[in-house]
C-alpha cells in the first residue's frame, strides 16, 4: 500500500490524576523525515521519547506534533511567612519611632509586594509519559489513517498514468518499425542508411522506457515507503521520452510522444506526494 506525506491525526484524552493531554501532528511533503514539535514548558526532556514514536510510524515527510497538557491541580496561594513577618517588624518599628497609633490591617498586609503569590504543583514527565505516549500513538493511527486513504487515490491515479504511457509505447513501436522500413527503402547507401539510423533510431529508447514502465508497477504493486524509488524511475522515464522527441523522424510519433511526456510530467508531479 502506498501512503501519501500528507495528513493530519489528533486525540484528546483526560488522563487519571494528571489532567487533559491532547496531541496533534500534521504532516507535509519533504524529501526527508523532519520533526518539529511543540511541547509546553517544562517538558522538553520528552522530546526524544516523542520522536521515537514518530520515527517508528513514519519513514518520510515533514511532521509537526503539538503537545498540550493541561493539569487537573488548581492554583494554590502561596504565604511568603518570612517577608510577612520582615514587614511587620518594619511596621512596628516605625509605630515606635514616630509615636504612630493606627494598626496595620490585612487589607494593606495582602497587597505588600511578594507576601502573597500563586503557585502550581508540576506534574511529574515520569507520571506523563505512559498516558502521553499512549495519546500520541493514537493521534498517529490518525495520521497513518489518513495518509492511507490519500496514498490509494495516488496509486489509482498513477497506475492509470503508467498504464495510458504503455499504450502509447505501443503504438509509437508499431508505427516506429513501419516508418524505419519505409525511410530506410528509399535511402541508395550504406552511408546514408548509418547516418538515418544513428540520428533516428529509438529502439533503445523505448527498450528502456518499457523497462522503466514495468519496474514502475512493480513498485506500486509493491507499495511500502518508495516515494524516493518511484521519483528516480520517473526521472529516468522523462529522460528516455526526451530523446525520443528529439530523434523522431515522423510527425505522428513525435505527437504520440509528446502524449507521453504529458503522462510522465503528470507521474513526475505526483510521485513527489508519496512517502
Known sequence: MLNSMTGFGAKEKDVQLIGKISAELRSANHKFLDIVLHLPEGFLSLEDGIKKEIEARVKRGRIVCAININGKDAQKVFINQGLLKNYMSAMKAIKSRYN?????????????????????EKISKERVWPGLKLIVNQALDGLAKAREKEGRALAVFL????????????????????????????????????????????????????????????????GGAVGKELDFIAQEMQRETNTMAAKSCDALISGKVVEMKSQVEKIREQVQNIE
Not at 504612630?100 to 502550581?120: F, N, Y
Not at 523505448?206 to 508497477?217: D, G, S, T, V, Y
Open 100 to 120: 504612630m497609633r493606627s494598626e496595620v490591617s490585612l487589607d494593606i498586609l495582602a497587597h505588600l509586594p511578594g507576601v502573597l503569590s500563586l503557585s502550581e
Open 159 to 222: 497506475k492509470r498514468r503508467a498504464q495510458l504511457l504503455d499504450k502509447s509505447l505501443g503504438t509509437v513501436k508499431a508505427r516506429f518499425n513501419s516508418v524505419v522500413d519505409k525511410k530506410m527503402a528509399g535511402l541508395k547507401s550504406d552511408e546514408e542508411r548509418t547516418s538515418f539510423l544513428k540520428n533516428s533510431d529509438i529502439s533503445e529508447e523505448m527498450e528502456r522506457l518499457a523497462f522503466h514502465i514495468k519496474n514502475f508497477k512493480n513498485k506500486l504493486v509493491k
